[in-house]
């Protein structure tokens, strides 16, 4: 007997006894992040890690860390803790509520063959923290989801950065799949549509429906990021599934930071100027958040009503994240099993 065949002998029990009761896949989600607590200090932590991917802001790194500690840091946080306090909930950050009960759903859903576990880009809990649990677990095929149905560079592809980042300190890889893309998975976009056909049923057809997906900088799209046809698509879905007249149906994107040129059009101008036009009934959602988050619940349901009213909007309406849905778990669950 070689000795590496002897010594193989001696810790293959060890091996097996320690994975007997391994779960057979794990299943990794993933979601941009929310700070610990909605104050300044938690705020410029969390600012610091998200404004200092290369994915997210693409600047010559010296230039940008100048700028990112010098100015933004100094201002940023205070603000955005404030926006944070508005929407913060007993429990937590309604991003990190709404997307643990989307794990706790899945979970139930996939059984015990499955292990689920929630890992945030930035913040808590994170991807490496969620991974290790998955390596104790003695997981060997891990299914990696972002749930960002559209994909773009700073949100999937920076989330396939933080696995491999972590992989890399793994002596043994596992079987990895990492979903990148559902913008136009048939049950997503079946879930998208019962939400916009419940309220359409509860409150009548409006004049527009505005897809308000998070904006990025052109720059990106001429780079070759794919987000912005992802999102053209998943309107265009939506609105066939629908039977809507496509003249309905508006795609535009929010959240611009920055005086880059975004991706147009922009939310806010759309809805300051659909008054001028005579649209004055309008109902608003937002397909690339999986759950509701600051950027819906503040900027959307609060700040871009203010934009739409004071500029004579009579009716704005927001429809829902997909969040805990039963027709979006099901989306989800269906992703992962395809896998």
Known sequence: MSRFTALHYDIDPVFHAANRTAP??????????TPDAPTTPALRRYLAEFLSDPRVVEI???????????????????????????????????????SKQQQLAIQQQL??????KLGMRYGNPSIASAMQ????????????LPLYPQYAGPTTGSS???????????????????????????LYIDA??????????????????????????????????????????TTRLVQEKLQLDKNICITSFQSRFGKAEWLKPYTNETLENLPKEGIKNIAILSPAFSADCLETLEELMVENRHIFINAGGEKYDYIAALNDRADHIAALVALVKNE
Request: with cysteine.
């Open 60 to 98: 010559p790194r010296l230039l940008w860390l100048l700028i990112l500690h010098g100015i933004i840091l100094r201002v940023r946080p205070k603000k955005s803790a404030a926006l944070y306090q508005g929407v913060w909930t007993s429990e937590g950050s309604p991003l990190l509520v709404i």
């Open 160 to 186: 396939f950065d933080a696995v491999a980042k972590e992989l890399n300190r793994w002596r043994w890889v596992p079987e990895l799949h990492f979903i990148n893309n559902y913008c136009d998975h048939p």
């Open 24 to 33: 057979r896949i794990g299943v990794l989600l993933i979601n941009l992040g």
């Open 133 to 144: 649990e998955l390596q104790k677990e003695g997981v060997r095929k891990i299914i990696v």
């Open 192 to 233: 998208l549509a019962n939400s916009v056909r419940e309220h359409i049923e509860k409150n009548g057809l409006p004049q527009k429906i505005i897809f308000s997906y998070h904006g990025m900088p052109k720059l990106f799209l001429n780079a070759g990021d794919p987000y912005f046809c992802f999102c053209q698509k």
């Open 111 to 116: 059984g015990e063959g499955y292990s689920v």
